[in-house]
């Protein structure tokens, strides 16, 4: 996997550095990951890695289009390595958990909205709130 992270990294004209191999593997096998869990996971495999450091390759990822950065209203950010599609998220309003959700039919129908004023619609984001699994069977054991 280390390999396709160097061509991911190599093909937006990204040196290959430790800290941004740590952070693609942290998010690979994390999806939806904050900033403090990112840092935590790369401190586990670097332990001298700094703050900065991550907060820097988040954003060096970000802009370099390999890693999406999604923030649902009222939530702290998150990160994921699923970017190139047009997939939308369902969040917990209890426990914060986010889930990747497809789009409802079709494909990309949210990306034709019914009045885009003259903008090239590349984008679309769509958020769905609600309860997950584990807190709706807290609530009905309570």
Do not use: K
Request: glycine letters at 6%; proline letters at 4%.
């Amino acid at each position: 996997m280390t390999a396709d992270f160097e061509t991911q990294l190599r093909s937006v004209s990204l040196r290959v550095t430790r800290p941004r191999l740590a952070v693609l593997a942290a998010l690979r096998d994390h999806p939806h990951i904050d900033t403090e869990t990112v840092l935590s996971l790369v401190r586990a495999e670097q332990p001298t890695v700094s703050h900065q450091a991550v907060y820097d390759v988040l954003r060096a990822l970000t802009e370099a289009g390999l890693i999406r950065r999604i923030q649902p209203a009222g939530a702290t950010a998150r990160y994921e390595s699923r970017v190139g599609d047009n997939h939308h998220h369902v969040v917990c309003r209890s426990c914060g958990t986010i889930a990747d959700v497809e789009c409802a039919v079709g494909n990309a129908p949210c990306l034709t909205a019914s009045d885009d004023h003259g903008f090239v619609v590349d984008e679309a984001e769509v958020v769905y709130w609600g309860t997950c699994p584990g807190c709706a069977a807290d609530r009905t054991a309570q």
